[in-house]
């Protein structure tokens, strides 16, 4: 069953944008949706995040169809605007590309990224495991992977990950649902991948990296074939 937006409780956490444009409205949700605060299948009315936002109807409508080609939001002519359910097959093929180019991302990115982009890591880093907000921990989760396999000059590529990355959240979030330990193992790999970027060991960034990602694979995995969304 569809879930009504709840415009009391669901946007209250999303703090880390503040909607005045349709950029702002599309980050405001976007955040949302991947924070987990705005759950798969819940139903966004138009005028109700209209309201909720302080805006005119048309930037939240743009917005939702902006959001709808970022892969994060369905739509429907009978039920409107969705937030995307997850499936066990979407998630094994965004894995699999995931897979398939993160090799050639982590290679151009260990040979182009600069000590600051380092040191902008690191603080992320810091940041992230000091962090108890799900939302901002969330996007500097982020921020941390796009100053890694982001640094370098192909923005095709990077582009390409990063849409999948933000598709790949929803995913994250099921499977830290299930399993209290994962964020903690989550910032030690990062610890391990970005020691191997320091050192520019691009087989073991590579190797981490393709780890981190199973392991979020198979936790995601194992709550689609155990519940319903």
């Known amino acids: 069953m569809v879930a009504k937006l709840s415009l009391s409780g669901s946007l209250s956490g999303a703090k880390c944008a503040s ?25 966004l009315v138009q ?51 995931r897979t398939a180019l993160l090799p050639s991302s982590i290679r151009r990115g260990v040979a182009h990224i600069t000590p600051e982009q380092i040191q902008r890591a690191t603080s992320v880093l810091d940041q992230m495991e000091a962090e108890h907000d799900p939302t901002c921990w969330i996007a500097l989760n982020r921020d941390f992977h796009t100053q890694l396999y982001g640094a370098h000059p192909n923005q095709h590529l990077q582009s ?23 964020r ?13 970027f320091k050192t520019q060991d691009v087989d073991r960034a590579i190797a981490l990296s393709l780890d981190h990602i199973n392991s979020t694979l198979n936790a995601a995995r194992s709550v689609l074939n155990t519940s319903e969304i």
């Open 19 to 43: 909607p005045t444009t349709q950029s702002n409205v599309v980050s405001y949700l976007r955040e949302a949706i991947l924070a987990g605060e705005l759950l798969p299948g819940t139903r």
């Open 47 to 97: 005028s109700e995040l209209a309201a909720a936002l302080k805006v005119s109807v048309t930037p939240v409508r743009e917005a939702l169809w902006e959001l709808n080609s970022q892969g994060l939001i369905d739509l429907d002519a009978f039920r409107g605007a969705v937030v995307h359910v997850p499936t066990l097959a979407e998630l094994e093929d965004i894995f699999e590309v």
């Open 160 to 182: 390409v990950l990063e849409r999948l990355s933000d598709i790949a959240t929803i995913y994250i979030n099921l499977s830290f649902s299930q399993n209290i330990t994962q």
């Open 184 to 196: 903690d193992d989550s910032e030690q790999e990062h610890r391990e991948i970005l020691a191997a």
